[in-house]
């Protein structure tokens, strides 16, 4: 006979239509220390970020997490994956400084906003114009913030994106710098479906429902339900008492092995396969961007390492991100400061300092056409005079 506990699961699951959100067996696992692709993960039953199994009426919104979670909630509010997108209406950046210009060879554009007719991203080459509505702005607008036009159900990522460190417009990263040759091309680069669904999947929550792709009823931003799964059974489980339930009911990415835990953020931050299989025109200095890629990299990641390395070791997803090195210091000395730590060969003291250990070993870069500076997260003894190691 089965257990009451299963028993209920199986009646959420009914009712839910789909399946639970439940840990479950990944291709990839702890012992064969190997990252994944993302695709792959895609391919995995249960839940993983950035995929649209749950129907839309699964999903019960911030609100609702809130009521339990109160301080958590509050809290994730403050970072940036929560406002990793929003309406270009909404944008913040947009109201201060619209309108924003830019000239290109013969073209000239302009980003402008209106309340009543929203925001416009138009193009004269000095005889003809076009222009397009920018409906979404990706990115909180530390380093900048990228903008999608949309005309008949198509986005395009506009050719230019706002860069904080230059307080203007400028060519966005991954398009040709070379001054394009119409005023189409000048407006900016269409998406095809596929492409545009990745993107709303990382900056926003539930974008993809029943595996369909829906923009236009996404959540904007990275909240709760995007990185847990939906939450309908576990609510449910929890406003009938069934506890013990509750907590099958909804996806818990701290239970995760160190790979598939760096794996499950690499979803969107790209993984180790996803850069080396995937899109190995990256490998050199732009993957500075990608964090998991560069921290599997490490000499203290996997089998030779410590299991504790994963990006949550030192990144709460549900709080701001830390800016002070100095912060870091308890993490890299909680191995590090202890002489023959079982679980890793290298915890050995540092011979030159204590003190803000991420200074000398993860090296920052600018990247070039990002107008910005990354933290390296490939965590090494960096040589005097030693330039970026791919």
């Known amino acids: 006979m089965r257990s009451r506990a299963a028993a209920v699961l199986a009646f959420f699951a009914a009712v839910a239509g789909y399946a639970l959100c439940g840990q479950v067996a990944s291709k990839a696992s702890a012992t064969d220390g190997l990252s994944l692709a993302t695709p792959d993960r895609l391919e995995d039953a249960g839940?993983?970020?950035?995929k649209g199994d749950p129907s839309r009426s699964q999903y019960v919104g911030v609100a609702s997490c809130s009521g339990c979670h109160v301080e958590l909630a509050a809290a994730q509010k403050a970072t940036p994956m929560y406002h990793a997108a929003v309406r270009a209406l909404d944008s913040t950046i947009l109201q201060a400084r619209t309108p924003l210009t830019y000239k290109e060879s013969k073209y000239h554009s302009t980003l402008s906003r209106s309340p009543g007719d929203g925001v416009t991203f138009s193009v004269n080459d000095g005889t003809r114009a076009v222009s397009q509505r920018a409906e979404w702005a990706f990115g909180i607008g530390e380093v900048g913030q990228t903008f999608l036009l949309e005309k008949d159900r198509?986005?395009?990522?506009?050719?230019?994106?706002?860069?904080?460190?230059?307080?203007?417009?400028?060519?966005?990263?991954?398009?040709p710098l070379d001054a394009r040759s119409s005023l189409d091309e000048a407006l900016g680069r269409p998406l095809d479906s596929g492409t545009a669904q990745r993107c709303f999947s990382c900056h926003t929550t539930a974008a993809v429902a029943s595996n369909k792709f829906e923009p236009d009823k996404a959540t904007p931003g990275v909240i709760c339900e995007a990185c847990h799964g939906a939450g309908a059974q576990h609510v449910a489980a929890v406003s009938t008492g069934h506890t013990d339930v509750a907590s099958l009911a909804i996806f818990n990415p701290a239970r995760l092995s160190p790979v598939d835990s760096v794996d499950f953020c690499g979803s969107c931050h790209r993984t180790w396969a996803?850069?080396?299989?995937?899109?190995?025109?990256?490998?050199?200095?732009?993957?500075?961007?990608?964090?998991?890629?560069?921290?599997?990299?490490?000499?203290?990641?996997?089998?030779?390492?410590?299991?504790?390395?994963?990006?949550?070791?030192?990144?709460d997803p549900h709080r701001p991100l830390q800016r002070e090195l100095l912060s870091y210091d308890s993490n890299c000395l909680a191995c590090h400061g202890t002489r023959g730590h079982p679980e890793a060969n290298l915890a050995r003291t540092c011979k030159v300092s204590a003190n803000n250990c991420a200074s000398c070993h993860m090296p920052k870069y600018e990247v070039p056409q990002t107008h910005a500076i990354f933290t390296d997260h490939y965590i090494r003894v960096v040589r005097t005079d030693e330039g970026f190691l791919p």
């Not at 839940?47 to 950035?50: D, L, Y």
């Open 154 to 175: 198509v986005f395009t990522e506009g050719r230019l994106s706002y860069y904080t460190a230059l307080g203007a417009l400028a060519v966005t990263t991954g398009q």
């Open 47 to 50: 839940w993983w970020p950035t």
């Open 274 to 315: 996803d850069v080396a299989m995937e899109m190995p025109a990256n490998i050199g200095l732009i993957s500075v961007r990608f964090q998991p890629y560069r921290l599997e990299e490490s000499r203290c990641w996997g089998k030779n390492g410590d299991s504790r390395i994963t990006c949550v070791a030192c990144h």
